[in-house]
């Protein structure tokens, strides 16, 4: 088993930038990779990005360029910088970890980009 909780959300002015993090805990020796998928109002839950325990990483075309993945293995933590905010980009954030056996979720953290 795997636990996930996120944490950095908040509100941000369009442009400015947020970092969060995602601190997993339990089974992480089985954790292939982490990564980010976001729900905005009204919207269909979509892929941020994701990063492998190798640190190679994709991204989505909708955030790339303003967005980066990291991960600390040593932390067990995955993190999303995210620069250039824009009123689009506001959603609920949600990390997972990805196993052999399943994906683990967390439960989300709440971004809002308003002026």
């Known amino acids: 088993q795997v636990q996930l909780v996120e944490s950095g959300g908040g509100l941000v002015q369009p442009g400015g930038s947020l970092r969060l993090s995602c601190a997993a805990s339990g089974s992480v020796f089985s954790i292939d990779g982490m990564g980010w998928y976001r729900q905005g109002p009204g919207k269909q839950r979509e892929s941020v990005g994701r990063i492998t325990n190798s640190g190679l990483v994709n991204y989505s075309d909708s955030i790339k360029g303003r967005f980066t993945i990291s991960i600390d293995s040593a932390k067990s933590t995955a993190y999303l910088q995210m620069n250039s905010l824009k009123p689009e980009d506001a959603a609920v954030y949600y990390c997972?970890?990805?196993?052999?056996?399943?994906?683990?979720w967390g439960e989300g953290t709440l971004v809002t980009v308003s002026s």
């Open positions: 997972y970890a990805l196993t052999q056996r399943e994906t683990y």
